[in-house]
């Protein structure tokens, strides 16, 4: 007679002793593949407690106010460290110190050996432009313009480099020209080409320009370093489309001006849970208003646009100033209601707006919070 199979069991028999001994061997596993991590070392960095301490213990005299001690232990971890970017710290810590102590000849030798050591370390661009910094306001300035210039052309990708270009463009244009100061941009944008700065050198081309009374040529330029660096790629596309806007306004052109502050506002991202609003959008938005209202005399399309503003950008510090002038207009022709829905709208929704005092001028039917101060002339001039 064959033997029946076993039946499969939560209680026990073959299925349950099965599940016991995979259960068993899981375990087994389980604990071999920890007792083998145990015996593995930590992936972590290895400092040293050579530059630890006396890092750590310089970090506290910091915070302390302690500076020379900081100094003199900054100095001691650089020594002992293992790692090049723990050293260059240390001895970039060094050089702040002396700077809180006022020592800049220290200043001088300890950001050198930084440069001199680490050519290229994490912490020598910042130091090369602190360098350079320090000569200015603290040394010789005929050799400090030539290190800022220096470090523009060595590390134009750092952090430090677009300040150390405007600062370097500011002073070649009043101390040399603006001839002077051209001949050098039209250098670097071959030599800057591709790094962080070009969007930049071509902008401060355009300003060079238009310093330079060539108002066509510089709005030329500032549309081409606008459009060859295109949101999200150019850092100052739209201070370029706001600076072209404001050449095409002298220049009477004023619906280019209005063309170049849509492409501006052309880039501004929408999404579900709102848009991701920058600096200049507000701003770009109110001139088109402005330049509707005051240059074109077309009343309709500034409202058009002012409702846009309050609409679209209802939380910049400008909302509160479109509602105010949207409510001047609708009182020039006429619309009583539209003119209190805004001054209404002023007393409810914007609370530290200067124009809540007036919105009772604005509106009889709107009153006045209670205590508030009275309306100041300059705006109740304007009613």
């Not at 002793?17 to 061997?25: D, K, L």
């Not at 991590?37 to 972590?44: D, F, K, R």
């Not at 970017?85 to 700077?99: G, H, I, S, T, V």
Request: proline residues 5%; hydrophobic residues 40%; charged residues 25%.
């Amino acid at each position: 007679m064959v033997a029946e199979p076993a039946r499969c069991s939560s209680r026990g028999g073959a299925g349950g002793s099965g599940r016991r001994v995979r259960a068993a061997g899981w375990l087994s596993a389980v604990a071999l593949l920890f007792a083998t991590a145990l015996t593995i070392p930590a992936c972590g960095p290895s400092y040293g407690e050579a530059f630890l301490h006396p890092f750590r213990a310089a970090q506290r005299a910091y915070g302390a106010g302690r500076y020379q001690e900081a100094a003199q232990l900054f100095e001691q971890a650089g020594g002992h460290a293992i790692r090049l970017k723990d050293r260059d710290e240390a001895f970039f810590m060094q050089a702040r110190m002396y700077e809180r102590l006022g020592r800049w000849d220290l200043v001088r030798a300890t950001y050198l050996r930084l440069i001199e050591l680490s050519p290229q370390g994490p912490r020598t661009g910042r130091a090369v432009f602190e360098l350079a910094d320090v000569e200015l306001a603290h040394g010789d300035a005929s050799r400090g313009w030539p290190m800022v210039r220096a470090g523009i052309e060595r590390y134009p990708n750092h952090g430090s480099a677009r300040r150390a270009l405007t600062r370097w463009t500011e002073h070649c244009a009043s101390a040399a020209g603006e001839p002077q100061l051209m001949a050098q941009l039209d250098q670097w944008l071959t030599t800057l080409a591709g790094t962080d700065l070009e969007q930049q050198v071509k902008v401060e081309r355009g300003r060079s320009l238009y310093r330079s009374g060539k108002l066509v040529e510089a709005r030329q330029q500032l549309v081409r370093a606008a459009r060859q660096h295109p949101y999200p790629k150019g850092s100052l596309t739209d201070d370029a489309w706001l600076q072209a806007a404001e050449i095409a306004e002298q220049l009477e052109d004023y619906r280019q001006a209005i063309a170049d502050l849509r492409e501006l506002l052309s880039a501004r991202e929408l999404a579900a849970g709102g848009s991701y609003e920058r600096p200049l959008y507000p701003l770009a938005q109110m001139r088109i208003a402005r330049l509707y209202r005051d240059r074109l005399g077309d009343r309709a399309a500034a409202l058009r646009e002012l409702q846009i503003m309050i609409t679209d950008h209802a939380d910049s510090v400008l909302a509160d100033d479109a509602m105010w002038e949207a409510a001047l207009l609708f009182r020039e022709l006429g619309d009583r209601d539209e003119v209190c829905d805004l001054a209404a709208d002023l007393r409810e929704r914007r609370p530290a707006s200067r124009y809540r005092r007036c919105v009772h001028e604005l509106c009889p039917t709107v009153t006045s919070v209670a205590g508030e101060r009275p309306c100041p002339p300059y705006l109740s001039d304007q009613l």
